[in-house]
């Protein structure tokens, strides 16, 4: 458990997404009533691919729609959280006065159709 704690989350999207194919495929074969070493090989060649289309599933994300992929590292507990939600503790005041948006004094909006919340606390707005 702890190895799967130090994983990103790509990896980790990758390993669940290839161990349900493994399990499926495992018992979906052995339901059917196909042989169990062709069950098993066919279960075997599933759980890499549905491991890389996890990971790809990701890093897609991760590379055109990065606020998604923010909310789901910042629902793994292991992300920034939003300046929306964190800039008391860095520190930094903000105001409340639009619906919702959380404004940082300095003038930017925390958050942005392609900019995201997480990039402007990285980059110290």
Known sequence: MKFFKQMGIEQKYGAVFGL???ILSLLTGLVSGVSFSITI??????APVFFIVGYGTVTVLKKYVPEIYEALVAAGGRGRRLCSLGSRALGRPYDRSRRGRSRLLCGRYATGARTGAGRLCAAGW
């Open 41 to 46: 090989i066919r279960s075997l060649i599933m």
């Open 20 to 22: 349900a194919a493994f």
